[in-house]
């Protein structure tokens, strides 16, 4: 049972535009959500977070939206550089602080 | 600040020989350590996670074991390896608490022949 899910498992954007990821998910008891992004033969580094008490957190480039309502998380990546090209793993927590982790968007950044 | 770190890097490894991954985390105290395998389709699969010395709780059954024999040291283990247990080896710590965000090693890259 996959209870983070992220549909798209590849995204190509050029370069200077927005990167949307999406990522929805099924147990209405997370209450935290995470995005990493990973390359190739690395560990995920993390990104940004958001606590299921607020809707929008930003930082720099990115930003992550939640909608309680509708299970569902967003990462914005704006603008869009060629260094962003990675695998973004969206990840929810809850209570006993293990991770479920979503089965990955590729973002491929094209110049 | 803290790091993580995991060894090695890589491993190739015969079919029915024994395994030992470690892990070790500097600059924190008491961190909670997870032990999670890569797989292609799969996303991030949580194999195991200890909140002290000793405490080991496994989330899949598998050919695998972790210990974790001091507080910044876990290791994952295997009596023999299948050809499955290829995969890519991350571990994470967290300060546990509050402290939500996990934190990754660079990884281990098994290939089983």
């Known amino acids: 049972d996959q209870q983070v899910k992220q549909n798209s498992p590849s995204l190509s954007v050029q370069e200077g535009r927005i990167s949307i990821l999406n990522c929805d998910y099924t147990n209405s008891m997370f209450d935290y959500f995470l995005w990493y992004k990973k390359y190739p033969a690395e560990g995920p580094t993390f990104l940004i977070s958001i606590s299921s008490i607020k809707d929008k957190n930003e930082d720099g480039r990115f930003t992550v939206f939640l909608n309680k309502s509708a299970k569902h998380l967003s990462l914005h990546i704006v603008p869009s550089q060629p260094g962003d090209s990675a695998v973004y793993f969206c990840?929810?927590?809850?209570?006993?602080?293990?991770?479920?982790f979503g089965t990955g968007t590729r973002l491929t950044i094209i110049p | 600040s803290q790091t993580i770190h995991q060894w090695p890097a890589t491993l190739v490894q015969p079919v029915g020989s024994p395994l030992s991954l470690e892990c070790t985390v500097e600059g924190t105290s008491n961190p909670n350590l997870y032990w999670y395998r890569q797989a292609a389709g799969r996303g991030l699969q949580l194999l195991f996670y200890s909140v002290g010395i000793g405490q080991i709780s496994s989330e899949v059954p598998q050919n695998l074991s972790a210990s974790r024999p001091q507080d910044r040291q876990f290791i994952l283990s295997s009596k023999k390896l299948l050809l499955s247990d290829s995969g890519f080896y991350l571990c994470?710590?967290?300060?546990?608490?509050?402290?939500?965000?996990?934190?990754f090693g660079p990884g281990t890259r098994l290939t089983v022949l």
């Open positions: 990840a929810a927590i809850w209570g006993n602080e293990k991770l479920t």
């Open positions: 994470a710590w967290n300060s546990g608490g509050a402290h939500l965000t996990q934190y």
